[in-house]
């Protein structure tokens, strides 16, 4: 394997190439780095001694000595420096190639020519300048410790200040005639001491000339200027400001008269004032309620009554047992005031925003007709009577919803059955057990969306023209009956 | 047979191939160079260029310069897949007896001349595969080897889109090499004038033989790769890829698929014929970086982006060499390690 001893010849003297390269390169950023710390012996050569500079120049070898050992002692991959070799040599992966295969035990019957190849270019070749030079950037800065290093071994030592720091300690007898001797270059202390109280008189002397005491005004002394106005004999009364503050920190406290900014006012009055009784009365016994909560919320409905309510009495009532200390019958009387509002505000919302004014003539005029079905409120018709198909008075079992209308020849609603009670939404005609729901929709939305429905349908099922025509002609002639 | 014989032989073997189509082919130097390279790394090769560069010129030229059997389809859009690979037909022996015999199809050559293969359905592009992949054939669930060696050269047109089929990416996966003919320089276009416009035509000498071919895939397979330059081949692969966190700009803002391992086994095969070629036993860098292009070019799938910015996917690969070899060469500086 005489081949093989020339490749690893190669690669050796690579290697050698490198850690030379590599001790230059770190030791010169040794002698840097060593340079910079040699000035601190200069520095302190006044403590040193004469010794300073070989001392720093000693500093200063021993960086670059142990930078140029690192760079020896590196350690150096083969591949990689077979890699360096094959592009400085231009040999195209050979070397890396070889050196990798040489050693395995599949190798190819082409690696031992791919080595006899390698082998043969080698001789050739000049090994010596495979790494070529490389300068640290530390290099461009050496200059400036080296100067340094010069300029402080000649010039004198440096002086350094003498003292000690001062001793906090409040015993006098401790202090040592040096010590004392010591305390004199500190003496400005004193001093300053004594200026103080100076600066203190001079102020309260200021101050009482701007409060209108006698004394001669100085020149440039501002005090003067308010001595004969009426804010110069008045002094800044601070307490009478805690006072205010105080009286505003008592209302603070008083969170009953606070606004409940967390009541939501777009709501019913009922509602309003349902929550609050829930509030007040959240699991609690009778004898267990605030009377004075009770008593704010009985004025609160009684306020709301004078606007139309017929709650007055109830509350009356309340306020008596109040008075007389039985809560229970207070409660009793809130409630009946509640069911009387609550009553109202149903009243309000019992469909008569549906219908038009004309309208609600019209139905009391059919109210009227059918004999009357009781009060204004209850006007409407009765479950299972009216017109609607196979109920009531109407012998027609499909109903006439458009003869209904005839006489309106406005949209103002279909005229249904409002019924008794809460009503959330609106119902649909149905047919069946839903007939007893009344209809409460747009007769012209429930035209126009049948008539829409119609035409989807049209388009998209395969409908026969015989009966797409039927179908037409029966909504033109709803259309021709509105 | 020395190896140092062998290698030898492949070498001219290699060069009087190549000059007996330069006879014919003027110019195309490097697209003649990659197909010999396809034929001897075992893979096929796609050829891509406008009508009239002379693509299947080439190929014709390369199977008359090879003692092996030479088929072409012309891809049209009604070609069956029964029309490739052959079919069963009913034979009457001397007693009368009727029997199925499978008829051979056009691809039972060793060199197949594909031509314009994107006119075909995929359904009969489809038909390709399984010869161009496992060597064979299957018809009414009977396996029928292909000859060896069995080297498929496409060509496609890239214009004239319309009533073509676009090669799916699997199916271009399976080419090792996609070559672009490009249109001649000058001197070359007077060159071809010559050569084809004279009474006499030019002879293509017949210089290498199938089992001959087979020993020189053989042969180029011992050739030696050294880590390093294995490691860049897929370095280079990892750097088509978008979602690599090493990848370079242009893969990530350009690319929506990147090459397959596939593509790492053409680089290294390529880089090995290559460098036998040259009479080098071993795989270099610059090797990888010669067969890139070749290599890569139909397995990087760009995105919408790519697309409307018209990206050259070669340029794009020339930025992921960059960005490979830089991935390779870090934290491996021998000096300061």
Not at chain 1, 80 to 98: E, I, S, Y
Not at chain 2, 72 to 96: H, K, S, V, W, Y
Not at chain 2, 105 to 128: C, Y
Not at chain 2, 261 to 285: E, I, T
Request: proline letters at 6%; aromatic letters at 6%; zero cysteines.
């Amino acid at each position: 394997m005489a081949d093989a001893d020339v490749l690893e010849r190669l690669v050796a003297q690579v290697g050698w190439q490198i850690r030379r390269r590599r001790a230059e390169f770190y030791g010169l950023r040794g002698l840097f780095y060593g340079a910079i710390v040699g000035l601190v012996p200069l520095l302190l050569k006044s403590a040193v001694g004469p010794a300073a500079p070989l001392i720093a120049l000693g500093v200063a070898l021993l960086g670059a000595a142990a930078g140029a050992l690192r760079g020896l002692t590196l350690p150096i991959p083969a591949a990689d420096a077979a890699r360096l070799a094959d592009r400085t040599f231009g040999l195209q992966d050979r070397v890396a190639t070889a050196l990798e295969w040489g050693s395995r035990p599949d190798r190819s019957p082409l690696v031992d020519l791919l080595v006899a190849d390698l082998t043969a270019r080698l001789q050739d070749l000049d090994g010596r300048g495979v790494v070529r030079r490389r300068w640290p950037r530390e290099l461009r800065l050496l200059l400036l410790p080296a100067v340094l290093m010069v300029l402080l071994a000649l010039a004198p030592p440096i002086p350094f200040p003498a003292g000690r720091l001062p001793v906090f300690s409040s015993s006098d007898d401790a202090e040592t005639p040096e010590e004392r001797g010591a305390k004199v270059l500190t003496d400005e202390r004193p001093k300053a001491a004594k200026r103080a109280p100076l600066q203190h008189a001079e102020m309260e002397r200021n101050l009482s000339a701007r409060g209108g005491a006698t004394g001669g005004s100085q020149p440039g002394d501002l005090a003067a200027l308010f001595k004969d106005t009426a804010l110069a004999a008045q002094r800044p009364d601070f307490q009478s400001f805690l006072k205010k503050g105080d009286e505003r920190l008592r209302m603070l406290e008083q969170v009953d008269r606070l606004p409940d900014l967390k009541r939501d006012f777009t709501q019913s009055q009922y509602k309003m004032i349902f929550q609050r009784r829930k509030e007040l009365f959240g699991g609690l016994r009778p004898d267990q309620i605030s009377p004075q909560k009770l008593r704010e919320l009985l004025e609160e409905m009684q306020r709301m009554g004078r606007k139309g309510g017929d709650w007055g009495g109830d509350i009356g009532e309340g306020m008596e047992g109040l008075e007389s200390g039985q809560t229970d019958r207070a409660m009793e009387a809130m409630e009946r005031a509640l069911s009387k509002m609550r009553a109202m505000e149903e009243r309000g919302r019992d469909g008569r925003g549906l219908r038009g004014g004309r309208e609600e003539g019209r139905r009391g005029g059919r109210g009227a007709d059918r004999g009357g079905s009781g009060s204004d409120m209850d006007a409407d018709f009765g479950e299972g009577e009216g017109l609607l198909p196979g109920k009531g008075r109407n012998p027609n079992p499909k109903g006439d919803p458009t003869e209904r209308l005839r006489g309106n020849p406005f949209d103002a609603g279909v005229e249904g059955e409002a019924r008794s009670g809460r009503k959330e939404g609106y119902d649909t005609n149905l047919l069946g057990k839903g007939t007893n729901v009344p209809s409460r929709l747009q007769y012209m939305g429930v035209f126009g969306q049948y008539r829409k429905m119609m035409e989807e349908a049209m388009a998209r099922e395969q409908v026969p023209r015989d009966y797409q025509s039927q179908v037409k002609e029966y909504f033109e002639s709803l259309e021709e009956r509105r | 047979m020395t190896n140092a014989e062998r290698v030898q032989e492949f070498v001219e073997a290699f060069g009087s191939l190549k000059g007996e189509v330069g006879k014919v082919i003027v110019g195309y130097e490097e697209v003649v160079t990659d197909v010999l390279v396809g034929l001897f790394a075992g893979g096929h090769v796609l050829l891509e260029g406008v009508p009239g560069l002379g693509k299947t010129l080439l190929v014709k030229t390369l199977a008359a310069g090879l003692e092996l059997s030479f088929s072409r389809i012309q891809f049209t859009p009604d070609l069956m897949p029964a029309d490739i690979i052959g079919t069963n037909i009913i034979l009457e022996d001397p007693e009368g007896r009727r029997h199925f015999q499978f008829q051979k199809g056009p691809i039972f050559g060793h060199i197949l001349l594909s031509d314009e293969v994107n006119r075909a359905t995929p359904k009969t592009q489809s038909a390709l595969l399984e010869g161009m992949q496992e060597g064979s054939v299957t018809v009414s669930g009977i396996s029928h080897p292909l000859p060896s060696p069995f080297f498929v050269l496409a060509t496609q047109n890239p214009i004239e889109m319309e009533g073509t089929y676009p090669l799916p990416e699997a199916q271009l996966d399976r080419f090792l090499f996609k070559l672009r003919v490009t249109y001649p320089a000058l001197e070359e276009l007077n060159e071809i004038i010559d050569r084809t416009t004279r009474a006499r035509e030019t002879e293509v000498r017949r210089v290498m033989t199938g089992p001959e071919v087979l020993r020189f895939r053989e042969l180029v397979r011992e050739v030696p790769i050294a880590a390093h330059v294995r490691e860049l081949a897929s370095f280079i692969v990892m750097a088509t890829h978008p979602q690599w966190e090493h990848a370079p700009e242009v893969t990530r803002r350009f690319v929506r698929y990147g090459s397959s391992p596939r593509g790492a086994q053409a680089l290294v095969l390529g880089g090995k014929v290559r460098a036998l070629a040259q009479g080098r036993y071993n795989v270099s860098v610059e090797d990888l970086k010669g067969v890139a292009r070749a290599a890569l070019r139909h397995r990087i799938i760009l995105n919408f982006e790519g697309e409307a910015e018209g990206v050259d996917v070669d340029s794009l690969i020339g930025d992921v060499l960059e960005r490979a070899e830089a991935m390779s060469r870090k934290g491996k500086e021998v000096f300061l390690r």
